[in-house]
Every structure is written in C-alpha cells, then in structure tokens.
C-alpha cells in the first residue's frame, strides 16, 4: 500500500485548501480507514479525521470540528477540505493507512503514512 498527500500550500487566516490522498494497493474490496494527521515544528503529531471504506461517519479532532471535512471520492482518493483556516493549523499534513473497519485519532494505529504537504496559514 503507497499513499501521497497532496494540496498544501500557503492560505491567508480564514481561508480553504483541499488536501488530496492518493491510494495505491488496497483492493476494491479491501476494508480499511485512513487518517489525517499534521505536525506543526516542536509540537506531537496529533489527529485529524479518520474515514473509513464503508461510508460510516467520519471521526474528528476537537481542534477542527466543524472547519474542516474529510470525504472518499472513488476507492483511490481521500479527500480534507479545510475551510477557516486559521494560523494554528498551520503544519505538515500526512494521510495514514490501516486495515480493518475501525477508525482512531492515534498515530500508533496506522502502519502506512505517505509524505506529508506542507500548509501553512498567514496573512
């Protein structure tokens, strides 16, 4: 299995950007879910959202509740919109892999990561 994550960029206080996933190796019919994770310089890396493969409702972080959304689009991508972005988002973001049905906000419960993009949030 090989994710990348892709659309990071920089976006002034308030903005969007839509992160991209992009899933090589897991068969169509393959349960699994994959992560948002982001680390910002000197800080742990903390939890997104998580989705799963079968459309059950996505799980969030408390930092970005209700700002930021994760969605499947087809089998082989993985999509974060982040809308009101504000300067503490500012991070490199990773997208994360793990077999099964379940989700988790934990690093620890996701054996495949792809390279991270960089967003970063200033005016």
């Known amino acids: 299995v090989q994710l990348q994550a892709s659309g990071g960029g920089l976006v002034q206080p308030g903005g969007s950007l839509r992160l991209v996933c992009t899933i090589s190796g897991f068969s169509a019919k393959s349960d699994y879910a994959i992560g948002w994770f982001r680390q910002a310089p000197g800080k742990e890396r903390e939890g997104v959202s998580c989705i799963t493969s079968r459309d059950t409702p996505a799980t969030y972080g408390d930092s970005v509740k209700g700002r930021f959304t994760t969605a499947r689009d087809g089998t082989k991508t993985v999509l974060l919109q982040m809308n009101s972005l504000e300067p503490e988002d500012t991070a490199s973001y990773y997208c994360?892999?793990?077999?099964?049905?379940?989700?988790?906000?934990?690093?620890?419960?996701?054996?495949?990561w792809g390279q991270g993009t960089q967003v970063t949030v200033s005016s």
């Open positions: 994360a892999a793990r077999a099964g049905r379940l989700c988790y906000l934990s690093r620890e419960a996701f054996g495949v």
